[in-house]
């Protein structure tokens, strides 16, 4: 048991030294074992995370009385989510890119101002039939593609994203 420990040990110590940056610590054989190591034991931090300043497309529903709600469910870790025990907030994405597959890229408007500015007097471009099986955007609603605010601009505004274009559509669920 001792020698399958130590066989063990020694494999992971050459997979975590191969993809570490360069340091002081070099093990025998490492550079002839990068190639079968990276081949074997691919490691990168890009299949695990999602760059912070991608645009996300988020939904909001018009009320009543004209203005706009969000219907995101995230954050995923919030209470509401069971902190990430319930999985429907990481459905809606889903649900949101099979109702963008059912626009058109002329269905987009641009959005330099305000989003409650941008989306007053907003109509749908189309009607369009929900095809999740939970839907959780119904009704009138706007896709807003959003652009994070720079960390280092964190200061300067109040938002967190500004709006960059929007599409609105009468989802049928």
């Given at each position: 048991?001792?020698?399958?420990?130590?066989?063990?040990?020694?494999?992971?110590?050459?997979?975590?030294?191969?993809?570490?940056?360069?340091?002081?610590?070099?093990?025998?054989?490492?550079?002839?074992?990068?190639?079968?190591?990276?081949?074997?034991?691919?490691?990168?931090?890009?299949?695990?995370?999602?760059?912070?300043?991608?645009?996300?497309?988020?939904?909001?529903?018009?009320?009543?009385?004209?203005?706009?709600?969000?219907?995101?469910?995230?954050?995923?870790?919030?209470?509401?989510?069971?902190?990430?025990?319930d999985r429907a907030s990481r459905s809606q994405g889903i649900e949101i890119s099979l109702l963008l597959?059912?626009?058109?890229?002329?269905?987009?408007?641009?959005?330099?101002?305000?989003?409650?500015?941008?989306?007053?007097?907003?109509?749908?471009?189309?009607?369009?039939?929900?095809?999740?099986?939970?839907?959780?955007?119904?009704?009138?609603?706007?896709?807003?593609?959003?652009?994070?605010?720079?960390?280092?601009?964190?200061?300067?505004?109040?938002?967190?994203?500004?709006?960059?274009?929007?599409?609105?559509?009468?989802?049928?669920?």
């Open positions: 048991m001792l020698a399958v420990a130590a066989v063990w040990s020694v494999v992971f110590l050459y997979v975590a030294q191969v993809h570490v940056p360069k340091n002081v610590i070099s093990l025998p054989g490492q550079k002839q074992a990068r190639s079968t190591v990276a081949d074997v034991a691919p490691q990168g931090w890009a299949f695990f995370t999602k760059s912070p300043r991608d645009v996300e497309v988020l939904p909001y529903r018009q009320a009543t009385n004209d203005t706009w709600t969000s219907l995101a469910l995230t954050p995923h870790s919030s209470p509401r989510n069971a902190f990430g025990l597959n059912l626009a058109e890229k002329k269905d987009w408007k641009e959005c330099e101002e305000e989003l409650a500015d941008c989306l007053t007097g907003a109509r749908p471009t189309r009607n369009v039939d929900n095809p999740s099986p939970e839907p959780t955007v119904c009704g009138r609603v706007a896709l807003v593609q959003e652009k994070p605010v720079p960390w280092a601009w964190r200061d300067l505004v109040d938002e967190r994203a500004t709006p960059e274009r929007f599409l609105t559509l009468d989802v049928i669920c």
